[in-house]
């Protein structure tokens, strides 16, 4: 006996998880193979949890295309979703003045990707956001934060199987072919 799916999404992870949503969204008629016991126990396990603003990517790279819209869908998922996350910032330091040069070209590719709020700090600035962090100059990046990427993993996974789509663990691919 021979059985067709329509689509396959191999792996249970953020982005296994999230192409699966997407799939199912558009009517696909799907199953999610995971090889593990649970979803996300690889790489989206260890990650850092971080939602990147988009400033170190190389310019014109689909990276640097991509990032800033997904990073501003990812909050909006987030908000709407009731997942955990937080705009946090982040800060760049140059801890003496030969890094300063290093931080001017950050700036440069972070513009050049789209990241429009990524600004130059002075140190008097630095310390009023962070007392403890000593440096020259620094930038700060208002768009970078964290989120909570189970919390993100099991909305991706519920959203996909209320449209219909089917999660196998234990379900390692060995093999298979494409047929039209």
Request: with cysteine; glycine share 10%.
């Amino acid at each position: 006996m021979t059985e067709y799916i329509q689509c396959v999404v191999i792996g249970a992870g953020v982005v296994g998880l999230a192409c699966a949503r997407a799939l199912a969204n558009q009517g696909m008629d799907l199953v999610i193979l995971e090889a593990e016991n649970a979803i996300g126990t690889h790489t989206s396990a260890r990650n850092s949890e971080v939602i990147h603003a988009g400033i170190y990517y190389k310019i014109g790279s689909q990276k640097a295309r991509l990032c800033k819209p997904g990073r501003d869908m990812l909050y909006d998922y987030c908000a709407n979703y009731g997942i955990e996350h937080k705009k946090t910032g982040k800060l760049i330091v140059a801890t003496n003045d030969t890094q300063i040069e290093k931080l001017d070209k950050i700036l440069q590719k972070g513009r050049a990707n789209g990241v429009t709020d990524l600004t130059p700090v002075t140190k008097n600035d630095v310390a009023q956001l962070e007392a403890e962090v000593e440096c020259v100059a620094a930038l700060w990046s208002p768009s970078t934060g964290i989120v909570d990427s189970h919390s993100l993993m099991l909305s991706f996974l519920g959203d996909a199987e209320k449209k219909g789509a089917s999660l196998s663990i234990k379900s390692p691919v060995e093999g298979g072919r494409i047929e039209n």
